[in-house]
């Protein structure tokens, strides 16, 4: 599966690809990718724990020079309610630069097109750029559950 925004290719990956990353062997990847995260979910493939369809993680590439610059995708199928949780993350090089929310408004709308209706996330309360990553993609902040929440209409609605 591939989605495409104005500047990134966000895209699933084969076992053999998530094999590369758990060994930091990514061809034409930023210098600081992988990152922490994408080795946990590389590991968790690897031990059969982690959705490798369209309900899992995705690699984010930037489009202008196909290098590799972090992730976003879910953390398994909607559950009966419809709603999916979400993670994303990019190599510190990559950060600042608008990417992070591009990434997860072209996850969104996508999800709003397989029928999800409501999108979750959780963010470390001290993670002042994650929180504002969430906010410019119309996250509420958290409930009761502790987690950031919106519904999952197209983004440019």
């Known amino acids: 599966m591939r989605i495409t925004t104005q ?3 966000l895209s699933t990956l084969s076992a053999q690809e ?3 990353v758990a060994d930091c ?9 992988p990152t922490e995260g994408d080795l946990v979910v590389a590991r968790l493939i690897a031990a059969g724990d982690w959705p490798t369809d369209q309900w899992g993680p ?19 199928a909607p559950d009966d309610r419809g709603r999916v949780e979400i993670g994303y993350g990019l190599a ?10 591009e ?14 209706s409501e999108v979750v996330a959780e963010c470390d309360p001290g993670n002042a750029p994650s929180i504002a990553v969430l906010r410019r993609c119309g996250f509420e902040s958290p409930g009761a559950e502790g987690l950031w929440s ?8």
């Open 25 to 33: 062997d990514v061809p034409n990847a930023a210098p600081d990718y």
């Open 58 to 76: 995705l690699q984010v590439r930037r489009l202008a020079d196909g290098m590799a610059i972090g992730g976003v995708g879910c953390k398994g």
């Open 92 to 101: 510190e090089s990559a950060r600042g630069q608008g990417y992070a929310t």
């Open 103 to 116: 990434a997860v408004l072209g996850l969104l709308d996508w999800l709003a097109e397989q029928g999800v």
């Open 7 to 9: 500047r990134l290719a």
């Open 18 to 20: 998530w094999a590369e």
């Open 150 to 157: 919106r519904r999952a209409s197209p983004a440019g609605s």
